[in-house]
């Protein structure tokens, strides 16, 4: 099993990938408009709420960004992968900035 770049898939790959399916297929056969409603909610409760919800939410955020980006990371360019990192890690440093914060 190959990737479409032809670079040999390793087996964490394709255990994450076979894994992820059944989720994937939920999301994709939820309203368009669910994804990006999670993590809506995600980043506003990660922003507003107390510490203590905020940072849950925001790890949360990160997790679900960072599993998609995986999951996508064979077929994006590298801009894009440049942007789901970068993201990433302004996410999680919001996180650190919150419980610094208090």
Avoid: D, E
């Amino acid at each position: 099993m190959s990737s479409p770049s032809s670079q040999p898939v390793s087996p964490l790959r394709q255990r994450i990938t076979k894994i992820s399916y059944p989720y994937v297929a939920k999301l994709h056969g939820m309203p368009k408009l669910t994804l990006p409603g999670i993590t809506l909610v995600l980043a506003l409760i990660g922003v507003f709420a107390p510490v203590a919800f905020a940072v849950p939410a925001l790890v949360l955020l990160a997790l679900l960004l960072s599993w998609l980006g995986f999951l996508s990371w064979p077929v994006v360019t590298t801009g894009q992968r440049f942007l789901r990192i970068f993201s990433i890690l302004i996410i999680l440093l919001f996180a650190v900035s919150r419980i610094a914060g208090g």
